[in-house]
């Protein structure tokens, strides 16, 4: 059975949406889905609060305890925003961010087998996002089927399912498939124990026994996105497939210039969207096809993933500002490093990288808070805080506000944050007056 939540929102979006009502202001269109005002942050960035050193920073957080959130574009919300509790891409998740505070919301657009548009994050992931392998028809159809765990080999269990493997109504009209939690069990001997392996700081609460959450199309996405009077900022993923896919005009320019179409198609407003994609050949396309649409175009960055590439990736930057290139996106890593002051206290910092785009006059946007585990155990944190691994393990959860101290700070200049758990970003946004 649909949950309640998806099958009213869902319902309503098969009404064309009107008009936007703004950035979060007064306003109803045809959804039936109004804009939120009253944004609810839930206990999560108070307790992260409580977990910080005493310090000037943790006194100005806490002074805003009781101050009346309201949503800011300066918090994005990645695969939705909502995502350590709610599976990624669906109305759930995009409504929990939004309640959450987040100001622009987020769908990764791929493809299906007859070349339309759905919000995945991965071409290829349906077999870790939702529970295709248990449906017979459709696990049949998937690129690799599952193969189960090898007790000999200690080979583990594999599958690999892609959007392309099917029709959009075959992944939209199917009742039985349904979103969850990405993970997979590497042990598992069966589909159903492959649904397994969610991570022990996000929960199955919300998509178990009974609740089906449906995936997105991007129409549906615009279309609620609209309704809530909120920013778009949608990733096209670069495809698994060679492209071009199914017929000698469907290029990765045809790719590109389709997303745009359904933006136009809906009369969306250029200025409300901000198109992202680690293809700098998208980018380019974007820039000189639909340049309104392109002056507001991100370019994801993961080049200096590795220590001796960082150089390397900050030296592009000048590349990317004389081609045209407005904003930049890489993980948050590359835009802090650390200092240790006179009194052995060891500080966040911008990079090398940050403070190179701040000249260029290139915008930046970090990726993303809350997508690790936790700060203080054997991992610090993970690919995300990597260059300031030292702090997290010293200072744990409440090193996040120390790190969003520091993207807000002149030296960064950040003019958003995505995050997998909105309202972090959110409280410091309304607690530093950040609405962008």
Known sequence: MPSTLSTLCLAALSVPALAHPGHGG?????????????????PRPYWLVDQMEDSPLK??????????MRPSRWSIGHRGGGTLQFPEETVASIMAGTRMGAGIEECDVTFTSDRQLICRHSQCDLHTTTNILTIPELAAKCTVPFTPYNATTKKSATAKCCTSDFTLAELTETKELCAKMDSSDPKATTPEQYQGGVPGYRTTLYSGPGTCHKMLTVKEYIALVDALGLDFTPELKTPVVKMPFGSANYTQEAFAQQLIDEFKQAKIDPKRVWLQSFLYDDILYWLRAE???????????ESGDAPSTIAAATASLTKYAKDGVNIVAPPLHYLVSTVTDKTGRVNIVASEYAKLAKTLGLKVVGWSLERSGWLADSTNGGYYYGTIANVTAARGEGVVFELLDVLASK??????????????????????GLFP
């Open 291 to 301: 340049p309104k649409f392109g002056k507001q175009a991100v370019l994801l960055d």
């Open 59 to 68: 006194s100005k957080l806490q002074s805003c305890s009781e101050k009346q």
């Open 411 to 432: 030296e960064v200049g950040a003019i958003g944050v995505f995050s997998d758990w909105s309202a972090t970003v959110s409280y410091y946004a309304n607690c530093f």
């Open 26 to 42: 007064p306003g109803k269109d045809e959804t039936g889905i109004k804009p939120i005002k009253n944004v609810q942050l839930g």
